[in-house]
């Protein structure tokens, strides 16, 4: 279960949400959302960079299992694992941007490093 934070959703929508955002920040790399959506997304996305180092099947199917699109679990264990080959953990980073205009929200930007 990730982290304690509700997001102001029911268990399920929040986790819907949340493994939309880790599909959308494995493809483009690069995602602006609030500070608190951002601290919840990294270490989901973290987890699925970790699976896709494996290089087995159970951890492709593991990954099918959480993530919304195939085409990115595909790019997953092709490009985006064998980049953090060498890495042991650390692959986003977290940048505060400022309020939102229209809420006053704080927005940070995730992106993988």
């Given at each position: 279960m990730p982290g304690t934070r509700k997001?102001?959703?029911?268990?399920?929508?929040r986790m819907?949400?949340?493994?939309?955002q880790v599909t959308d920040?494995?493809?483009?790399g690069r995602m602006e959302t609030t500070i608190t959506?951002?601290?919840?997304?990294?270490?989901?996305?973290e987890k699925m960079i970790s699976l896709g180092?494996?290089?087995?099947?159970?951890?492709?199917?593991?990954?099918?299992?959480?993530l919304t699109r195939e085409d990115v679990a595909k790019k997953l264990f092709d490009?985006?694992?064998?980049?953090?080959?060498e890495r042991n953990g650390g692959y986003t980073r977290i940048t505060r941007i400022g309020p939102r205009r229209g809420d006053a929200a704080e927005m940070a930007v995730i992106e993988l490093v």
């Open positions: 997001l102001g959703k029911p268990t399920e929508a819907a949400m949340l493994r939309q920040l494995l493809d483009t959506r951002a601290k919840e997304i990294g270490p989901l996305t180092k494996k290089k087995d099947l159970a951890a492709y199917r593991r990954a099918l299992s959480f490009e985006t694992a064998p980049k953090y080959a």
